[in-house]
């Protein structure tokens, strides 16, 4: 059972558009939501994370929309540059126990052209 | 850098072999968590300990096992491999946003 659903798959976007990841998660216990940003051969670096308290959190370019109602959640990446290209990961998880059990999308690469 | 350190960074073993994956978390966090990354389960989140303690386990296959030292740096033992278990395997620590992930170790089973 996918928890959290990840779209679109692949996305390409030309340098100074707006990239727009979609998430949609099922279990209503979850109350963290993090973005991640892989690129080849790293690690997930966290790129900003969102609590259900809140509908919006920016931090410079990357911004976070949340609908609790909806279960869905959305990264928006403003102007984005080709040094943006990755592959993103949406995720969610429960921390009433002090503990990250993160449940990740299975991920979007971005392409952003010049 | 988010101060989480891998040892090692690939390894290449055969079917039915056994290995050991080190991760040493950021100073002074007591927390360690392991996470799978692979083509087919996507990252899956097998096993966390917090100061030597199993403090929560997900989808961690029963050929698997790992613990906590003293000094805090954990271990994840992966035995009787099968080509499925090629993949890579991230350690990571909490920080106050959230988790930051070390580097990898990518393991390739023959």
């Known amino acids: 059972q996918q928890q959290v659903k990840q779209s679109p798959q692949s996305l390409i976007v030309q340098k100074g558009g707006i990239s727009i990841i979609n998430c949609a998660y099922e279990?209503?216990?979850?109350?963290?939501f993090p973005w991640y940003q892989q690129f080849p051969g790293k690690g997930p670096a966290l790129l900003i994370a969102?609590?259900?308290?809140?509908s919006e959190k920016k931090e410079g370019r990357f911004t976070i929309s949340f609908n609790k109602s909806a279960k869905q959640f959305s990264l928006h990446i403003m102007d984005s540059q080709p040094g943006d290209s990755a592959t993103y990961f949406c995720?969610?998880?429960?921390?009433?126990?002090?503990?990250?059990?993160?449940?990740f999308g299975k991920g979007t690469k971005l392409s952003v052209i010049p | 850098d988010s101060g989480v350190t891998q040892t090692p960074k690939h390894l290449i073993t055969a079917t039915g072999q056994r290995v050991t994956l080190r991760c040493s978390p950021r100073?002074?966090?007591?927390?360690v968590y392991w996470y799978q990354q692979s083509l087919d389960q996507g990252l899956q989140f097998l096993i966390q300990?917090?100061?030597?303690?199993?403090?929560a386990k997900g989808n961690i296959l029963e050929r698997f096992s790992a613990q906590q030292f003293p000094d805090l740096h954990s271990e994840l033992n992966l035995s009787s491999l099968e080509l499925g278990d090629s993949a890579l395997y991230f350690c990571?620590?909490?920080?106050?946003?959230?988790?930051?992930f070390g580097p990898g170790t990518r393991l390739t089973v023959t």
């Open positions: 990571a620590s909490s920080s106050p946003g959230g988790l930051d």
């Open positions: 279990n209503t216990a979850f109350d963290y």
């Open positions: 969102i609590r259900p308290d809140v």
């Open positions: 995720a969610a998880s429960w921390t009433g126990a002090g503990s990250y059990q993160l449940t």
């Open positions: 100073s002074g966090d007591l927390s």
């Open positions: 300990y917090y100061n030597g303690e199993e403090r």
